[in-house]
């Protein structure tokens, strides 16, 4: 993690400008490599630098899902009717407090020729849906659920339809290189065609500023330092800041502890931070992604309860939804409680199989290894069942499908001390064209942003691909601005 | 609420300097006055702005607690003991996650020597403890708990001590001047005594630099601009940003809706902004004190319910912390449970006397008005009357005191509508001096802040006193700091 200086290098001290461009792009994840190519679609000389040795960014470790919906030609292959209303009015809901407003509406009105666009560049999708709950579908399966559309709330307030859509590898294996790195593969080599120049190992530090525009930066590779003219303007696309601690307990403390970066180590926030030395302004930097450390296969049949033994959310919402209501609200405090067919059921299923940290045929036996108070666990357990024999869940209103009463002896998984994967959603505050904006919210000239160094769809709230999706959609507008800025 | 620019105006564009001073303070609430109070006493001359008709700031509408230990003659004299490890050690717990562990060491060290500052500047306390569960004392009343240090969990990790010392004030009557306004009557007077010239109704709106350094501001007043040189710099002591809607909404969205400002018109994050226009970092912007909006008395005697019957925190400890509970965890969603001799209690203690929503013998009659599942309430007021039966509370470990079974007819009030009163506590990122750090936490040569501008003791937890204490301690420290740049 570079510690460097991030203030911003007055042009009166650049005496020689090593390289130059139209537009030059700070990071080679998904958001950067979607603005340059655009970029040069409008007629701009593009450069690109990354910090790490190749392509990539978090985008080749992520999942690959890209949420895409109004009415894909994956989703009506899939049986799905969609449109641009119900996609509005579910992300506006599952994406606050503050919601985008602004960008969602651009977003789900362009989601359709995005989709084309991406599969341009060469990206394609399986018309086929995977419904068993999990954080990533198998090979051959290009469609799923990824916010809880399906799941109460959400189910009840607005038509749902999945929207993960999958990008296809094949022969994905666990633990190997995901479907996030067949989007980059495909986006890295549109951009190789559109005759991009992009230098790794090559860091942007500092931006350089003539009054109040941003005319260039400063970038290093192996220790060497050089200034980079950027005739029209510099799109600032180098991740989030969970790789940052100092950051993280600034803006994120609850994302500080308990937890594992999903990301790699140049999430630093140097890209938010370069744009704060020149006035940028930030939004919901406290916000972020907490995957739930529990196989969705057993979540979604078990209870999950917290520190008191209480129920908090329904278990068959977005597992990211449960995670970030398990870390923001509850201390990070979880339990699993379940039966032996649920056990049964999810050893089946889930990828990782776990055994429970305690039996026993004895609510009260299995209440005080929790440290939890006489009689709770009892109380939740007949509030449950009683619902369930009536096939619902008064409390939660989880779906019938994962109803069922739950008969002794009982499992409890104590989650307590599981980490957490994390990435940051919070940035800079930009505009639907990836201008950076201060804290008037008037643009910065000749400053842009995309990706996770801004604050984007994912407002606060998150589902699976919004990441992805709001990265390469913005990226593009960004590229497109910058070129004709 | 100004929206005018705060991009900062380069030295080169201001051809007259209508004022100078060596140090200039954009406020004069405690903070803003605190500083300039030292800044005179160490040499320099000092000129203050407020964008108000007059003193006083968000200061003249608190409750006059200043958060003070370590063994002050007030808390001697009320017969407690305390120290400087318990309340560093106290705060740290209160006032995390992220506690601000540098300038809560020097605060705490300088506790006692603060107070008898804040005495010579003709601040008086009653050396009198207030025991009576309430946001503020009466008359005569000194001092009082204002972090739950006496309650679950703070009293088993740290031997608690009251150290809300509150300003003495004759004649004080429920919504008229409070002794927040006592104290900055006193500050100010000291200031005056001081000499340091205080222009009202003057508003500093941005930053004037040469190159890296701030050496003055633009200031407005009716209408007129005109530029201020600050031969040393410049301190923003402009308060917090709970009035500006837009602010808010990008920092702290749950802060946003349900809730009334408690502060002024001219709480609108202008100083916060016009720092981060010269690339000042900022901290927990998302945090904020949220006052529940029961009355203390009743809360104590009550059990305080989520949206689904369940408790959440201890009712006795500090209200403000149940508020940040109840708005940052539970989406507002509050009822309180009690029977009637709680209801005649309370009547008696509480200053406004509330009715409950429903009243009823049939729990299971309550919880069809509040919309809970079948069930869960008789489960939660069993468990409750259980413990109470024997003197404890197993769940949440209400004190004993607070602790008897409740007996129907009960009654419960709705306070899911019900305002929080609000205001921020996260903003720019600053030194144990004051000083304005950037991004990478080095300070702004010629910038200071202190107050609410600022992200101080109160880091995201709260205590009543941490703010007036922080703003009035930090501001002497930025005022001696800036006094010498």
């Known amino acids: 993690m570079s510690t460097a200086s991030t203030a911003p290098v007055p042009v009166s001290r650049v005496h020689h400008w090593a390289a130059e461009a139209d537009v030059l792009v700070a990071g080679n994840g998904c958001a950067g490599a979607s603005a340059s190519i655009e970029a040069v679609a409008a007629g701009a000389e593009v450069l690109v630098v990354d910090a790490a040795g190749g392509w990539g960014g978090a985008t080749a470790m992520s999942g690959g899902e890209i949420?895409?919906?109004?009415?894909?030609?994956?989703?009506?292959?899939?049986?799905?009717?969609?449109?641009?209303?119900?996609m509005y009015a579910f992300l506006k809901l599952a994406t606050g407090p503050d919601p985008a407003e602004d960008k969602l509406?651009?977003?789900?009105?362009?989601?359709?020729?995005?989709?084309?666009?991406?599969?341009?560049?060469?990206?394609?999708?399986?018309p086929k849906l995977w419904t068993e709950p999990s954080w990533e579908a198998p090979t051959g399966y290009g469609l799923m659920y990824t916010g809880g559309e399906n799941a109460y709330p959400f189910a009840g307030l607005v038509p749902p339809a999945p929207r993960g859509h999958i990008v296809?590898?094949?022969?994905?294996?666990?633990?190997?290189?995901?479907?996030?790195?067949?989007?980059?593969?495909?986006?890295?080599?549109?951009?190789e065609r559109a005759?991009?120049?992009?230098?790794?190992?090559?860091?942007?530090?500092?931006?350089?500023?003539?009054?109040?525009?941003?005319?260039?930066?400063?970038?290093?590779?192996?220790?060497?330092?050089?200034?980079v003219r950027a005739r029209r303007g510099v799109v600032l696309a180098a991740g989030g800041f969970a790789a940052n601690?100092?950051?993280?307990?600034?803006?994120a403390p609850r994302l500080a502890t308990g937890t594992f970066l999903v990301g790699t180590d140049n999430d630093d926030g140097r890209g938010?931070?370069?744009?704060?030395?020149?006035?940028?302004?930030?939004?919901h930097m406290d916000a972020g992604l907490a995957a739930f450390p529990a196989d969705p296969a057993l979540l979604y049949r078990s209870l999950l309860l917290n520190g008191r033994g209480h129920r908090f959310i329904?278990?068959?919402?977005?597992?990211?939804?449960v995670g970030q209501a398990t870390v923001f609200q509850q201390d990070r405090k979880a339990f699993l409680l379940y039966d032996e067919t649920t056990n049964e059921e999810a050893a089946r299923l889930a990828e990782h199989v776990v055994q429970p940290t305690w039996v026993s045929d004895d609510l009260g036996e299995l209440e005080k290894e929790m440290g939890i108070a006489p009689g709770v666990l009892a109380g939740t357990v007949a509030v449950y069942n009683a619902g369930a024999e009536r096939g619902e869940d008064p409390e939660w209103h989880k779906a019938a499908q994962w109803l069922r009463p739950l008969e002794p002896p009982y499992g409890?998984?104590?989650?307590?001390?599981?980490?957490?994967?994390?990435?940051?959603?919070?940035?800079?505050?930009?505009?639907?064209?990836?201008?950076?904006?201060?804290?008037?919210?008037?643009?910065?000239?000749?400053?842009f942003a995309a990706g996770r160094t801004t604050s984007g769809i994912p407002s606060w709230g998150y589902c699976s691909g919004t990441s992805l999706g709001d990265s390469t959609f913005f990226g593009r507008r960004a590229g497109r601005a910058v070129a004709t800025a």
Chains 1, 2 share one sequence.
């Not at 994905?172 to 951009?191: D, F, H, V």
């Not at 409890?412 to 919210?441: C, K, M, Q, W």
């Open 67 to 86: 949420y895409l919906g109004g009415g894909t030609s994956v989703q009506k292959a899939c049986g799905f009717e969609d449109s641009v209303d119900a």
């Open 105 to 126: 509406a651009v977003y789900c009105e362009g989601s359709l020729e995005h989709f084309d666009w991406l599969v341009r560049c060469g990206v394609t999708f399986v």
């Open 168 to 191: 296809h590898m094949e022969d994905k294996l666990p633990g190997e290189r995901s479907a996030g790195w067949m989007l980059i593969k495909n986006l890295t080599a549109t951009q």
């Open 195 to 227: 005759g991009v120049e992009v230098r790794y190992n090559t860091r942007a530090e500092r931006l350089v500023v003539d009054g109040e525009r941003v005319v260039g930066a400063e970038v290093v590779t192996f220790g060497e330092r050089y200034f």
């Open 245 to 251: 601690p100092a950051m993280l307990s600034q803006h």
């Open 272 to 283: 938010i931070r370069m744009g704060q030395a020149v006035g940028a302004a930030v939004r």
């Open 314 to 321: 329904n278990e068959d919402t977005y597992p990211g939804r």
């Open 412 to 447: 409890v998984l104590d989650l307590r001390e599981a980490p957490y994967g994390v990435f940051t959603i919070g940035g800079l505050h930009t505009s639907t064209r990836g201008e950076v904006l201060n804290a008037e919210g008037d643009p910065i000239p000749g400053l």
